[in-house]
């Protein structure tokens, strides 16, 4: 059993999928680490210099890489469902969690981050509306379950989510 996490940058999928891999007893695979160890810099450094479609390209091949895997906690990068074989793959290979985060919440959030390209704007608040209005409905498409960040601990949320899997029965599926 593959748990992907999918959701807009901030909204805590490899802290979430770290400590869901440690309650599952699965490993952790986080697509943004493999892709920068894969290129040997960082996402931001890539970003600007070759772009994001060039980044998208290497992002999808790491994604279909990893979503092959008989086991894990895969925690994907805010846009892996831009492109719709990301999207598919997702869903035929994975059990796909959303981590669902009002765009305010994540300003408050990340505003002091400058690690996350797309973020280095003049109006981060307006980006990350703007994001949410463009991949909210991808994330819905993709996503099995939807788990609203809100307020909650780490640990609440990893509890919402293997009870989600638990009520479906995908754990049994190890």
Known sequence: MIVALVGLPGSGKSTVGRQLARRLQLPF???DHVIEARLGCSIREYFEREGEDSFRD????????LSRQEFGVLSTGGGAVLRPH????LKERTT???????PDELFRRLRHDVNRPLLQVADPLTKLRDLHAVRDPLYRETAKFIVETGRPSVGTLVNMIIMQLELSG?????
């Open 170 to 174: 995908a754990t049994s599926q190890r």
């Open 96 to 102: 796909v969690v959303y981590l669902k985060s009002n």
């Open 86 to 89: 990301n999207r598919e793959r």
């Open 29 to 31: 695979l986080d697509s």
């Open 58 to 65: 290497v992002e999808e091949s790491v994604l279909d890489e």
